[in-house]
């Protein structure tokens, strides 16, 4: 069965760590994988990968992609309490036309100052 | 440009009764997903609507049900609603075709409480 698999569930940290969000899957026919962020209502995008390796990277946001070992990493440094949010992973499969996303239970990552 | 919208915002049905949401989707964006959010469920597909056609369901039942319109305006209908049915519905509009078609951008969803 296929499977979207977030860790951890939730996070609390103090403003200006670093954390790092894990999302592994096993899917049939994966094709990308994309990261939310949802505060109070509609998640917003994050990013896209579909390549392995190449590291992503939004102000202090960055995420990189094994489609070896199946999985992501979302990393975010000097965290800020507006960073306080779920971070959801969300895996497309083949064909292109399928915009069936699977997405992970998300993690709650709570910034404190 | 404007984002993706959603009506109503705010939904209170009673078991038995029958809902439906509007989702406007992104000018331009032709593919339009709907979603269930439940805190037991977590985000889950429904199906998704290109060019006035259902392209792809999610494993939900027969009371779920959508259509598209030619301006890309998507509706989804709930019949007989059941008190499990309370959730946040979030549409996803998409380009639906080409490179950037995989990038979906969520309207702010309408939370739907079933009495």
């Known amino acids: 069965e296929d499977k979207v698999v977030q860790s951890p569930l939730s996070l609390v940290v103090h403003e200006g760590d670093t954390v790092t969000l894990n999302c592994s899957y096993e899917?049939?026919?994966?094709?990308?994988l994309l990261w939310y962020k949802q505060e109070k209502k509609a998640p917003t995008f994050l990013f896209m990968l579909t390549s392995s390796g190449i590291e992503k990277k939004s102000g202090r946001l960055s995420s990189i992609l094994d489609k070896k070992e199946l999985f992501s990493i979302l990393n975010i440094t000097a965290t800020q309490t507006g960073d306080s949010a779920v971070y959801l992973c969300a895996v497309l499969q083949r064909p292109a036309s399928n915009n069936d996303m699977r997405f992970g239970a998300g993690t709650r990552l709570t910034v404190k100052p | 440009k404007a984002g993706v919208t959603q009506t109503p915002r705010y939904l209170i049905k009673t078991r038995g009764q029958q809902v439906t949401l509007s989702c406007s989707p992104i000018s331009g964006h032709r593919s339009v997903s709907w979603y269930q959010q439940t805190p037991g469920q977590g985000l889950q597909f429904l199906f998704e609507y290109f060019s006035e056609t259902q392209r792809n369901k999610g494993n939900f039942p027969g009371r779920f049900s959508g259509r598209q319109f030619s301006n890309s305006r998507s509706e989804m209908n709930v019949s007989t609603l059941e008190l499990g049915d309370s959730a946040l519905y979030l549409c996803?509009?998409?380009?639906?075709?080409?490179?950037?078609?995989?990038?979906?951008?969520f309207g702010p969803g309408t939370r739907l409480t079933v009495t």
């Open positions: 996803a509009s998409s380009l639906g075709s080409g490179s950037s078609s995989y990038e979906q951008y």
């Open positions: 899917v049939t026919n994966f094709r990308s």
